[in-house]
């Protein structure tokens, strides 16, 4: 086991800058930033993501807030409770259901979800990169309660199974099959949803004693900070298409995530934290 390495002050901002804007402009907890960068400098996985949720949930609550501030309408309510309710069902069904299917396959189908989405949002395949609303499986409030909290069920499997966060489902979920809702308004909707679970999931790390006090000191008040910025330049500043195709990117990044991190076993596999958000 590497021994923990203190991140220098300046190192930590960095992280934090980036998770926080990611989070904050693309509706994602940014758990994919804070837990890698934690296990790089020496934390055991368990110990590093159970922390990194110490500092996603403050994130996706200062988006939230900076969100009610300048542009309310985007916070979509029903579509948020049935992923949120969704989430909590999807990480002990993942670790019941899927435990016994086989981590590779598991991991290219994911990862060519994943792939295929992306692809969908950078406008290479299925039609241009999303600009605005689209038609969506739902219309009615009933159905669209219906879809999203599939959707959240998905999100929720996808974080036990494979450590991501459950906004690179919902996100995506929320434009192309819920429907009527924009890039931005999808992810100010995912960063609501993902409060709870979020917070459920800092109770459960603290109570097994994977958060490492400390750790992330510098890497918070920069990632609060960089998430409302990224809030009011993905309000006032960027196109949705622009902010589509950026999804697109980080999807990819999240596929070879995916692919590239060593087997779980099946101990760590049945684990209902959700990891990374």
Known sequence: ??????????????????????????????????????????????????????????????????????????????????????????????????????????????????????????????????????????????????VAGALGVLAGLASTLFGIGGGLVAVPGLVYAVGGIPFPEAAATSLLAMIPTVLRGVWIARREGRIVPGAARWLLPAALLAAAAAVLLRNEVLAPVLLARLFGLFLLYAGWRILSRPPQKPSSRTRTTPPDR
């Not at 994602?28 to 996985?45: D, K, Q, S, T």
């Not at 994130?59 to 979509?76: F, R, W, Y």
């Not at 969506?136 to 409030?141: E, H, K």
Request: overall charge positive; aromatic content about 2%; proline content about 10%.
């Open 1 to 146: 086991m590497r021994a923990e390495r203190p991140a220098p002050p300046a190192l930590q901002l960095a992280a934090g800058l980036t998770a926080g804007f990611l989070s904050g402009l693309l509706g994602i907890g940014g758990g994919l930033v804070v837990g890698p960068f934690l296990a790089l400098r020496g934390l055991e996985l368990p110990r590093a993501l159970g922390t990194a949720l110490v500092v996603v949930a403050p994130i996706a609550c200062v988006g939230v807030l900076t969100e009610l501030a300048v542009a309310p309408a985007n916070l979509h309510l029903l579509p948020a409770l049935g992923l949120a309710v969704g989430g909590q069902l999807g990480a002990p069904l993942g670790a019941r259901i899927l435990n016994g299917l086989p981590d590779r396959a598991l991991r290219l189908l994911f990862a060519g979800v994943l792939v295929l989405t992306a692809l969908r949002n950078l406008g290479l395949v299925g039609g241009p990169a999303p600009a605005g609303a689209l038609p969506g499986l739902g219309g009615a409030p009933g159905l669209d309660l219906a």
